[in-house]
């Protein structure tokens, strides 16, 4: 089982935050540093220092981490051209000595689209299928040859298709809970299925949706990773499992009902029944990033369990 720290930097975090996070979940033995991809601060909270843009995130880690997987939850189709999308993300995978895994997504926020200046289109999904053929279309293109692509939305004419990321294939994620499109656009473009925030039998099912879209399509079904995406609250007690869940707002049984939540032993013992229906990696959402504790006490009483 896999485990990946997960961080929401929209909600208040400066760079230097997030650095230090990274370098805790490479130090720890995490396997990999994800981010969101958000412009404005959801919920409570003003947010402040205000965002970070994820793409130019992941490229400074690029050069300050030397092991864990970088990449998005998910990055959103609204926010950057299918070709520009393509460009940076090769060019992070580069920077990172061949790291990097696109998250993508339709996007669907509209505030943080609106605050910005964003458009923020009325079809978001076909506009996604296109994005997904053409960042995949232009790393897939050999070398001295062009790529053409003639959409709806995007068209694409004698692109040069540079330049090439450092890795043979970027791992693409795709992930949610739409019970068609969903499934049939991750059988045609991914390598992971992630399922966020969904209870053990929501997830098996979605799994089932997904299994079966990819075979219809010629694809075995094992050839996906299968993962999931909870908060993550651990203390060694009860105590400290409280006093972390008031310091994100949330209450100890919401948590425990919907994440991952309580001592060791219990966060151990749900991840075993995720992975009964399949779930091969975990992204633990941190949303307390100052608590590097936190992240300690979960690398040597959960993650160690799991190895």
Same mark, same amino acid.
């Not at 520009?84 to 995978?93: H, P, R, Y």
């Not at 076909?126 to 070398?143: D, F, M, S």
């Not at 209870?199 to 010629?218: K, P």
């Given at each position: 089982?896999?485990?990946?720290?997960?961080?929401?930097?929209?909600?208040?975090?400066?760079? @230097?935050?997030? +650095?230090?996070?990274?370098?805790?979940?490479?130090?720890?033995?995490?396997?990999?540093?994800?981010?969101?991809?958000?412009? !404005?601060?959801?919920?409570?909270?003003?947010? %402040?220092?205000?965002?970070?843009?994820?793409? /130019?995130?992941?490229?400074?880690?690029?050069?300050?981490?030397?092991?864990?997987?970088?990449?998005?939850?998910? &990055?959103?189709?609204?926010?950057? !051209?299918?070709?520009? !999308?393509? /460009?940076?993300?090769?060019?992070?995978?580069?920077?990172?000595?061949?790291?990097?895994?696109?998250?993508?997504?339709?996007?669907?926020?509209?505030?943080?689209?609106?605050?910005?200046?964003?458009?923020?289109?009325?079809?978001?999904?076909?506009?996604?299928?296109?994005?997904?053929?053409?960042?995949?279309?232009?790393?897939?293109?050999?070398?001295? @040859?062009?790529?053409?692509?003639?959409?709806?939305?995007?068209?694409?004419?004698?692109?040069?298709?540079?330049?090439?990321?450092?890795?043979?294939? /970027?791992?693409?994620?795709?992930?949610?809970?739409?019970?068609?499109?969903?499934?049939?656009?991750?059988?045609?473009?991914?390598?992971?299925? $992630?399922?966020?925030?969904?209870?053990?039998?929501? #997830?098996?099912?979605?799994?089932?949706?997904?299994?079966?879209?990819?075979?219809?399509?010629?694809?075995?079904?094992?050839?996906?990773?299968?993962? $999931?995406? %909870?908060?993550?609250?651990?203390?060694?007690?009860?105590?400290?499992?409280?006093?972390?869940?008031?310091?994100?707002?949330?209450?100890?049984?919401?948590?425990?009902? $919907?994440? +991952?939540?309580? &001592?060791? #032993?219990?966060?151990?013992?749900?991840?075993?029944?995720?992975?009964?229906?399949?779930?091969?990696?975990?992204?633990?959402?941190?949303?307390?990033?100052? @608590?590097?504790?936190? !992240?300690?006490? /979960?690398?040597?009483?959960?993650?160690?369990?799991? #190895?």
């Amino acid at each position: 089982m896999d485990l990946r720290i997960f961080t929401e930097p929209q909600q208040g975090a400066t760079y @230097d935050t997030l +650095l230090a996070v990274a370098k805790a979940t490479e130090d720890l033995g995490f396997d990999a540093f994800f981010r969101s991809d958000h412009y !404005l601060a959801m919920g409570s909270g003003d947010g %402040l220092p205000g965002p970070t843009d994820a793409w /130019i995130t992941l490229a400074g880690l690029a050069r300050e981490t030397k092991r864990i997987r970088l990449g998005t939850l998910m &990055t959103a189709a609204t926010f950057r !051209l299918p070709g520009v !999308l393509a /460009i940076q993300v090769a060019q992070v995978d580069q920077m990172s000595g061949g790291r990097v895994e696109l998250g993508l997504g339709a996007g669907w926020f509209e505030q943080e689209h609106t605050a910005y200046g964003i458009p923020f289109p009325k079809e978001k999904f076909a506009r996604l299928e296109e994005q997904l053929a053409i960042v995949t279309g232009l790393w897939e293109t050999k070398p001295g @040859d062009t790529f053409d692509f003639h959409g709806t939305h995007y068209d694409l004419t004698d692109s040069p298709a540079l330049p090439k990321p450092a890795q043979a294939k /970027i791992p693409v994620l795709i992930g949610g809970h739409g019970a068609s499109r969903t499934p049939k656009l991750t059988a045609r473009f991914a390598d992971e299925f $992630n399922m966020p925030f969904a209870s053990i039998e929501d #997830s098996e099912r979605q799994f089932g949706r997904v299994r079966a879209a990819a075979e219809a399509v010629g694809r075995k079904a094992d050839d996906l990773v299968y993962s $999931n995406a %909870l908060v993550v609250c651990v203390g060694k007690d009860d105590q400290e499992v409280a006093r972390r869940a008031a310091a994100i707002g949330r209450e100890v049984d919401e948590l425990k009902e $919907n994440g +991952l939540a309580g &001592t060791p #032993s219990e966060v151990v013992d749900k991840i075993g029944r995720y992975a009964e229906i399949g779930s091969r990696r975990f992204y633990l959402q941190v949303l307390d990033l100052a @608590d590097l504790d936190h !992240l300690e006490l /979960i690398s040597a009483q959960v993650q160690a369990q799991l #190895s």
